[in-house]
């Protein structure tokens, strides 16, 4: 999940993805879960990262709070964000280029000593 | 050898493979993990309607506290320091997803996207300075910092922490204060020293009746929160982490100063440049009694 949404924004600005490998998980469907995450994420990153993990269902403008009582959109959104793992790759800031490398599905945000 | 792991060895390097492995098969840290994360969990109030919420946990190691929150049917995002120990949990299959990441560094997660935080005795190694760049006053603005500004209006951190002295506690928690939280700290059975277990409980937002502090187990007069803080805590020193043994243990054995203490404190003195008779065979012998 942290593939597609949180790492979105770091900084500021969402961080780019480079795709070496992507899994998916299936994860219990939950309505409810899904509502509640809806307004805290910035719809743009997450249709944008979907995209280059390779789901391109998303619709690209930020859609109105009533499409949360569909199901067959809910069950997109829910694959978007929780099912599409990036297993290999790297995050890329946007802002300075700087690679954070994603190893087995975990992403290392560790900054150097000059960088803090 | 100090108990305190935190003495020992910065925690990237503490945790490795072999202690990653030992501290999540033994059976006892484990029931003592889920017991705290349990705590913690209740302590963080969350509202009781059964939409799962979406929590940090703050040093999950092997996602042993994890565990706990996805059994209570919310979703986590752990962040740990260790590889060793984020390598345990994935083969454990943590339901949370993981980041490897230094809290000292900041979270550097979305601003308001998260219900809640958990951090099961973790914080308290924000105190040492385990390489030359660390400063742990500011290490624990930007932790405090960064995670107010990801925490949603109204949410709680629940902090589960061993402080080594008061003046650690107190240090934590001002900086908690400088960075917007209100709460304090909830003690269980203070008067117990096994059983005794802290917990750092902060609200995000003004204050009103949610962020009044919980009452603690065990006791009835348990409630230390000293929300007045220190305010001139630039002025104190704050004992970070000496690595050396405990005063009393470097002492002399019950049978008085030995030989080598004083030919130790002989050389010491040496120098220093102060003048110190020569070593000889009758050093640090007893005078006979008819002296």
């Not at chain 1, 199901?71 to 099912?83: G, R, V």
């Not at chain 2, 929300?227 to 305010?231: P, Q, V, Y």
């Given at each position: 999940?942290?593939?597609s949404?949180?790492k979105?924004?770091?900084?500021?600005f969402?961080?780019r993805?480079?795709v070496?490998?992507?899994?998916?998980?299936?994860v219990?469907?939950?309505?409810?879960f899904?509502k509640?995450?809806?307004?805290?994420?910035?719809?743009?990153?997450?249709?944008?990262?979907?995209?280059i993990?390779?789901y391109?269902?998303l619709?690209?403008?930020v859609p109105?709070?009533s499409?949360?009582?569909s199901?067959?959109?809910?069950?997109?959104?829910?694959?978007?964000?929780?099912?599409l793992h990036?297993?290999?790759g790297?995050?890329?800031?946007?802002?300075t280029?700087?690679?954070?490398p994603v190893n087995k599905g975990?992403?290392n945000?560790?900054?150097?000593?000059?960088?803090? | 050898?100090?108990?305190?792991?935190?003495l020992?060895?910065?925690p990237?390097?503490?945790?490795?493979?072999?202690?990653a492995r030992?501290y999540?098969?033994s059976?006892r840290i484990?029931?003592?993990?889920?017991?705290?994360?349990?705590?913690?969990?209740?302590?963080l109030?969350l509202?009781?309607d059964?939409?799962?919420r979406?929590?940090l946990?703050?040093?999950?190691?092997s996602?042993?506290s994890?565990?706990?929150?996805?059994?209570?049917?919310?979703?986590?995002?752990?962040?740990?320091?260790?590889k060793s120990?984020?390598?345990?949990?994935?083969?454990?299959?943590?339901?949370?997803?993981?980041?490897?990441?230094d809290?000292?560094?900041g979270l550097?997660?979305?601003?308001?996207?998260?219900?809640?935080a958990?951090?099961?005795?973790a914080v308290?190694?924000?105190?040492?300075?385990d390489?030359?760049?660390?400063?742990?006053?500011?290490?624990?603005?930007?932790?405090?910092?960064?995670?107010?500004?990801?925490?949603?209006r109204?949410?709680?951190?629940?902090?589960?922490?061993?402080?080594e002295?008061?003046?650690q506690?107190?240090?934590?928690?001002s900086?908690a204060?400088?960075?917007g939280?209100?709460g304090g700290?909830?003690?269980?059975y203070?008067?117990s020293?096994?059983k005794?277990?802290?917990y750092?409980v902060?609200?995000?937002?003004?204050?009103?009746?949610?962020?009044?502090?919980?009452?603690?187990k065990g006791?009835?007069e348990?409630?230390?929160?000293d929300?007045?803080?220190?305010?001139d805590?630039?002025?104190?020193?704050?004992c970070?982490?000496?690595?050396?043994?405990p005063?009393k243990?470097?002492k002399?054995?019950?049978?008085?100063k030995?030989?080598?203490?004083v030919?130790?404190?002989?050389?010491k003195?040496?120098?220093k440049g102060n003048?110190?008779p020569?070593d000889?065979?009758?050093t640090a012998?007893?005078?006979?009694?008819?002296?």
């Open positions: 999940m942290l593939s949404n949180i979105g924004v770091i900084n500021g969402p961080l993805i480079e070496e490998k992507v899994v998916e998980k299936q219990d469907f939950n309505p409810d899904l509640n995450m809806f307004s805290k994420i910035d719809w743009k990153a997450l249709a944008d990262a979907s995209k993990m390779g391109a269902e619709p690209e403008e109105d709070a499409v949360l009582d199901d067959e959109f809910l069950q997109k959104f829910h694959h978007a964000l929780l099912e990036l297993e290999e790297a995050l890329v800031c946007p802002e280029g700087r690679r954070f975990i992403p945000m560790l900054l150097h000593e000059d960088e803090v | 050898m100090s108990s305190r792991p935190e020992q060895a910065p990237e390097i503490f945790y490795d493979d072999v202690e030992k999540t098969s059976s484990v029931g003592i993990q889920a017991e705290l994360s349990e705590r913690a969990l209740e302590l109030a509202p009781d059964d939409v799962p979406l929590l946990d703050i040093g999950c190691g996602g042993l994890g565990e706990t929150i996805s059994e209570h049917g919310h979703e986590w995002i752990g962040l740990d320091i260790s120990m984020l390598d345990v949990a994935l083969e454990r299959e943590a339901d949370g997803d993981l980041i490897l990441g809290m000292g560094q550097g997660i979305r601003p308001g996207v998260i219900d809640g958990i951090s099961i005795s308290q190694w924000l105190c040492n300075a390489k030359s760049c660390h400063e742990p006053r500011l290490r624990l603005k930007a932790f405090f910092g960064s995670l107010y500004r990801c925490l949603g109204g949410a709680r951190a629940v902090f589960q922490l061993y402080p002295n008061n003046a506690r107190e240090l934590i928690l900086y204060m400088r960075a939280f209100a700290v909830v003690i269980d203070p008067h020293s096994k005794r277990k802290e750092l902060l609200t995000c937002g003004p204050p009103s009746m949610s962020t009044t502090t919980p009452t603690a006791e009835d348990n409630i230390c929160s929300d007045d803080g220190s305010e805590e630039e002025n104190q020193t704050v970070i982490s000496d690595r050396h043994r005063r243990k470097q002399i054995t019950k049978k008085g030995t030989k080598s203490w030919l130790q404190k002989k050389e003195m040496r120098s003048v110190v020569p000889s065979k009758y012998r007893k005078r006979k009694a008819r002296f």
